[in-house]
């Protein structure tokens, strides 16, 4: 007689069950401990063959101390990450409305090519004729730049952002000292509302920072920068759109009051998503702007970076772009590796920003996104970025406080947090409960011009059903804390595999590597 | 266009919900002789088959490493990288996320940082690692600069054997921070005097090892003579295998060791990107620039991590910030730390055994042709071989019988009367029938 | 012991003598939030009005500590090495950061009273 009771086939029960489990994982959510708790320091992951005896050529500099660093098989490897992969949250995982960050969606396309032989497996000292096509592939980018941009070259070799932004301005100290002129020009003027990288890089070199204060609507008066500009004035950083999500309407006015003073107009283009194909730096009077390839041109960001910054220059500033750089003749493409070779072609390279040719890796990217979307689709994508935006702050005005009134904005929407006055819920914890919801948070306490700012980016990528139900949850939060839930926000995030960090003691008593219990019990001794 | 969601009925209904007509309505600051009336002179979007193709046209005109003997290295070196690697650093949570910035949703980011931290201070034996900067070069420049922090005084010394594009980007940042920079000649035979360049107002020495000829090098004499003087030694390294079999520069004095990590986990890439490998001793932590990963609670008692320490960076520092960077090499420190996992230090240590069995193998059978001589009395996977001839076309004639020799010292220091030096690689992906092909092929332009 | 005397950067002093506490004031260790991390001056180091003397480190924020007054370093808060949270639990007691023998005590004029202290708080917000 066989048994055909078989399985229930209905949840039973609806009951709720609060008892922490033996594991302590509950289901997906999985504890997972350091590497270097699992691994063991004989395990390997790999297989390789110890080689044939032979006569060893180390002098007398062999390692004979035991370097200490476990190691787990494949499968323990795969589980590991995976499961730590699982505690983050990506572009894919939801929307990701982080400001001045540019979380689009990241095409598979681009990393499929990004692997292809031809620009993986090459390096860069191969000699020039075998890698043409990677060549190639630089000087197509560099024109897709200059054209998008108005601008005369490019120096691609910058890493990052950042990079980019010390590439820009050693180019214009480069040219400031080619006028004889490096004594008295050292000024650099950097609105309050810039990046931090911007009044950090010009101090990296030697610049003197001079902070312009942002006026009533959130933009610069070309009038205080007529003021501050003279004589010792080496050039202004200035974001456009700036990071309040606005176009500096002034801009033209503000490129002249520099360039009558005989500086120059550094932009930094970490915000260029809103107007690829709109308008162009190079109309506006930019002698130099970095492009964050990774924000506008989509290469993923990978948990912060890598990145690659690209700088577009102005005739005037072109002649010192740092080596190397590519050059097309009848013979096919050359590279342009040091100072002298340069100055055979007429340049006054100003030295060398990093080791090889730059991020070729997120050239390759950055160049499939181009070609994919196509001057039609990069204006589009510019476009549909700035009408998201509006469309959050247009249904978001009555609820939450926008710092600037209620007018349009370019790719992000920035609000400040008048309206959670005297609520006993602070930007942070909004922010915090956002992740309950299942968002990632827009950027918070930046820009530091207004008081606990929001800036959302919902970039490009979001469709409107995904706008509506982003906007129906903000609005639910934003009523909430109305009515007085504080609890909802102050100890959020409930449901995010950990909770609130303990950043005071991290920072007091800093651990910033893992120790084994036995040494870390011998070292407390 | 595929990755655009909205469509014209969206498009048109969200202006109206704005309370616009058209969408340059929303363009209105920019002023409007400065609003492009045209698309720009570029082609038409395209789909992926004709993306693919167009690109795969340019991967194709180029040689693949992989596709011929190679020996080419001179700080970026082909090695074997295991499949989980790739696959892993492609996980959607990983590849997708951004700076950890939000650490309850950034617990994956934030463990491998630790992670990464920590091997990093066990390979170099130093007490701290930071979470990467860009690469080797831009790491040589900030530990220079964080040097002339510490010491309150301002002229580097760079050694010789130091790779020839790290000092170029050391010279150039010192040029523009006003700082001086002292680059002794090339050292092809590590026999440079740098003890007698150490005095007082030197705030840092810069050693490689190996260095860029190949040699390794004794740094505890060196460091010695800083101390004395009060300056610091900043050893640099390019292949970051070798510290699986060579005593790491914390053992040796060192107070900041900074150098490429390619070689685990990352792919040649033509250049980048890299991962810069940066770690110092405990005292100095608070000049260290980049990101710091620390570990602490959350509000339940739950071990965590969480970025630390950033009152160094530029975000709340601005000025004053130790370094400018932000973006640093995240996703290629996840490549670093899986690799290194796997290997752990018994898989570390055979793999640069291989390494080293290999190049001595290969110099063994070159430096028996007539006329070749390898010129390092030490090295660990590449060295410096002396050709009857000049180095630079012996490669091009080699590169036409398929054979990728390595790198000719005159392309990174031209006009330093090396031309017929020819430095090369040898790592574990080179086969007996490699180092065949190459000796081969030799003779045959010789 | 003497008047305590603040500065508009939020520094306090206080005068015993030809010798002077200095620390940061309540407000200011509110403003930081908890405190991380101080770096002292050396002992000996001779300061004058206005020179950044150490700097205070919270999680979200750095600022530069400047000499109310001029003079040397006589002894420096070396506990607050291991206890920084001292600055936010006792900013004007064991939360003192160093002590300053006076250069020139016709300085203290030009400070503020506690009184003025609090007017000047109550102006800034």
Do not use: R
């Given at each position: 007689m066989l048994n055909r009771q078989g399985r229930p086939t209905t949840p039973g029960d609806a009951t709720h069950n609060d008892h922490p489990t033996f594991t302590g994982n509950k289901a997906l959510s999985q504890i997972e401990p350091l590497i270097f708790e699992t691994g063991r320091l004989e395990t390997t992951g790999v297989d390789y063959e110890a080689p044939q005896s032979f006569k060893s050529r180390l002098a007398e500099l062999e390692r004979k101390s035991e370097i200490g660093l476990p190691g787990v098989s494949e499968p323990e490897a795969m589980r590991h990450y995976v499961r730590l992969s699982q505690k983050n949250y990506g572009i894919d995982t939801g929307l990701f409305p982080l400001g001045s960050c540019t979380m689009k969606h990241n095409p598979r396309l681009n990393e499929k090519i990004a692997r292809m032989p031809g620009f993986s497996d090459v390096h860069p000292l191969q000699p020039v004729s075998t890698v043409q096509g990677a060549l190639e592939v630089m000087h197509t980018l560099s024109h897709w730049l200059m054209e998008l941009t108005g601008m005369d070259a490019v120096a691609l070799s910058p890493k990052a952002g950042a990079h980019g932004e010390l590439c820009g301005m050693m180019a214009i100290k480069a040219a400031i000292a080619a006028k004889g002129e490096s004594a008295t020009r050292n000024v650099v003027l950097v609105p309050d509302s810039a990046h931090g990288t911007n009044p950090a890089t010009a101090a990296l070199i030697h610049f003197i920072v001079k902070p312009v204060p942002v006026r009533e609507d959130g933009t610069v008066d070309p009038a205080v920068v007529a003021s501050l500009a003279g004589p010792d004035t080496a050039a202004i950083m200035l974001t456009n759109p700036n990071t309040c999500g606005l176009f500096e309407k002034d801009v033209v006015a503000i490129a002249d009051a520099i360039h009558a003073a005989g500086g120059y107009f550094y932009a930094d283009g970490a915000n260029f998503n809103a107007i690829v194909g709109k308008a162009r730096p190079g109309d506006l009077g930019v002698d130099a702007m970095h492009i964050n390839l990774h924000k506008t041109f989509s290469t993923p960001h990978g948990g912060g970076g890598p990145g690659a910054g690209p700088v577009v220059l102005s005739e005037l500033l072109a002649p010192f772009a740092p080596v190397p750089f590519v050059r097309h003749t009848d013979e096919g493409f050359e590279l342009v590796e040091s100072e002298e070779e340069a100055s055979n072609h007429g340049a006054h390279a100003f030295g060398r920003m990093t080791a090889f040719h730059g991020q070729m890796g997120m050239y390759v990217r950055a160049l499939s996104y181009m070609l994919s979307h196509g001057s039609d689709g990069l204006r589009q994508a510019s476009e549909d970025a700035v009408l998201n935006a509006n469309y959050v702050r247009a249904c978001l005005a009555d609820l939450m406080s926008l710092p600037f009134g209620n007018r349009p904005c370019m790719h992000e929407v920035l609000f400040d947090d008048t309206w959670l006055k005297d609520t006993g819920v602070t930007t942070l914890d909004f922010a915090k409960a956002m992740i309950d919801e299942g968002y990632h948070p827009m950027t918070v306490y930046f820009p530091l011009v207004v008081h606990g700012a929001m800036l959302i980016e919902p970039t490009e990528s979001e469709s409107r059903a995904s706008l509506d139900l982003f906007i129906a949850t903000l609005r639910d939060l934003a009523m909430s804390v109305k009515r007085g839930e504080t609890e909802r926000f102050t100890g959020a995030p409930y449901h995010a595999p950990v909770r609130r960090m303990d950043e005071t003691r991290a920072a007091r008593s800093p651990i910033l590597k893992y120790t084994p219990p036995q040494a870390a019990l011998e070292a407390a001794e | 266009m595929r990755y655009l969601p909205l469509t014209s009925d969206d498009r048109a209904g969200m202006l109206a919900k704005i309370g616009v007509d058209h969408i340059d309505a929303l363009f209105a600051d920019i002023p409007s002789n400065k609003l492009l009336k045209h698309l720009p002179k570029l082609p038409l979007h395209k789909g992926e088959i004709e993306v693919e193709r167009l690109m795969g046209r340019m991967s194709a005109r180029t040689i693949s490493a992989s596709s011929v003997p190679f020996f080419v290295g001179a700080g970026a070196y082909k090695h074997h990288i295991p499949a989980t690697v790739d696959h892993l650093i492609q996980r959607s949570e990983f590849l997708t996320s951004y700076t950890p910035y939000q650490p309850e949703i950034a617990q994956g980011t934030l463990q491998y940082l630790f992670e990464f931290q920590t091997q990093v201070a066990a390979l170099t034996g130093m007490d701290v690692a930071n979470a990467s900067m860009y690469d080797g070069s831009t790491g040589c420049g900030e530990a220079v600069l964080m040097a002339h922090r510490i010491t309150k005084r301002s002229k580097a010394i760079l050694s010789g054997g130091l790779h020839p594009h790290y000092a170029d980007v050391v010279q150039t940042l010192s040029e523009m921070a006003q700082a001086e920079c002292v680059t002794l000649a090339p050292d092809v035979l590590a026999?440079?005097?740098?003890?007698?360049?150490?005095?007082?107002?030197?705030?840092c020495v810069v050693v490689q090892?190996?260095?860029?000829?190949g040699n390794l090098r004794d740094l505890r004499a060196i460091a010695d003579k800083c101390h004395a003087n009060g300056a610091l030694l900043i050893a640099v390294f390019t292949e970051v295998m070798s510290l699986g079999l060579i005593t790491p520069p914390g053992e040796m004095g060192a107070d900041i060791v900074v150098g490429e990590g390619q070689s685990i986990g990352n792919a040649l890439n033509f250049g980048g990107p890299y991962v810069g490998l940066f770690a110092t001793k405990s005292q100095y932590v608070r000049q260290m620039p980049g990101r710091l990963c620390g570990e602490t609670v959350d509000a339940d008692g739950t071990r965590g991590f969480v970025l630390t320490l950033s009152t160094r960076e530029q975000h709340i520092r601005r000025d004053k910030a130790t370094s400018n960077i932000c973006t640093n090499s995240g996703l290629c420190t996840l490549a670093f730390t899986i690799h290194m996992s796997l290997l752990g230090q018994t898989g570390l240590k055979r793999i640069a055994e291989i390494n080293h069995a290999n190049a001595v193998m290969l110099a063994g059978q070159l430096s028996a042709i007539k006329g070749v001589s390898v010129l390092n009395k030490s090295f660990f996977n590449e060295f410096a071989v002396r050709l009857p001839g000049n180095a630079a076309h012996l490669v091009e004639q080699l590169a036409s019988k398929h054979v990728m020799a390595g790198v000719p010292v005159s392309r990174l220091?031209?006009?330093?009367?090396?031309?017929d030096v020819l430095l090369v690689a040898n790592t574990e992906v080179n086969s007996d029938e490699d180092r065949q092909a190459f000796v081969e092929a030799l003779k045959e332009v010789l | 012991m003497g008047e305590t005397k603040y500065t508009k950067d939020h520094e306090y002093i206080r005068v015993d003598g030809d010798v002077a506490i200095v620390g940061i004031s309540d407000y200011a260790q509110s403003q930081l939030g908890d405190v991380v991390f101080v770096e002292l001056p050396k002992l000996g180091k001779a300061l004058s009005k206005g020179d950044e003397a150490a700097v205070v480190e919270s999680v979200k924020a750095a600022s530069e500590v400047y000499a109310p007054v001029s003079g040397e370093v006589t002894e420096i808060n070396a506990a607050l090495e291991g206890q920084p949270g001292a600055i936010n639990e006792d900013p004007e007691g064991s939360g003192w950061f160093m002590k300053v023998k006076l250069s020139d005590p016709s300085e203290l004029s030009g400070l503020m009273s506690e009184a003025d202290y609090k007017a000047y708080l109550a102006s800034i917000h």
């Open positions: - | 026999g440079e005097d740098i003890l007698s360049q150490i005095d007082n107002t030197v705030s090892t190996p260095d860029f000829f220091l031209p006009g330093a009367g090396l031309d | -």
